[in-house]
């Protein structure tokens, strides 16, 4: 049975910074591309970062220099680093595992609520 579990959430000032944690259970993790996804209330969901299993990764503009995307194949866990927190980025952050060999299959976690207030 295929796991993402996220994890780090929770409540942050402005400017502040948390780390979210997926780790992933139940598949072959050094050959799945991660995601990190995010919905904000009333907003449509949308790609927030990601890293492929060569370690090549791409983030979303409105998080680019604030966040950093990183994994341990060796701990089949998936990291988001977020600086510089905004209320902006208040949201449902969700991890998804995409297998770089088969595109069509893919999971995803249930998500960690980031809520960023004064």
């Known amino acids: 049975q295929v796991q993402l579990v996220e994890s780090g959430g929770g409540l942050v000032q402005p400017g502040g910074s948390l780390r979210l944690s997926c780790a992933a259970s139940?598949?072959?993790?050094?050959?799945?591309?991660m995601g990190w996804y995010r919905q904000g209330p009333g907003k449509q969901r949308e790609l927030v970062a990601r890293i492929t299993t060569g370690g090549s990764t791409d983030y979303a503009d409105s998080v680019k220099g604030r966040f950093t995307i990183s994994r341990d194949n060796a701990k089949d866990t998936v990291y988001l680093q977020m600086n510089s927190l905004k209320p902006e980025d208040t949201a449902d952050y969700s991890c998804?595992?995409?297998?770089?060999?088969?595109?069509?299959?893919?999971?995803w976690g249930q998500g960690t609520q980031v809520t960023v207030s004064s």
């Open positions: 139940g598949i072959i993790f050094r050959l799945y591309n």
């Open positions: 998804n595992a995409v297998d770089s060999l088969r595109s069509w299959v893919a999971y």
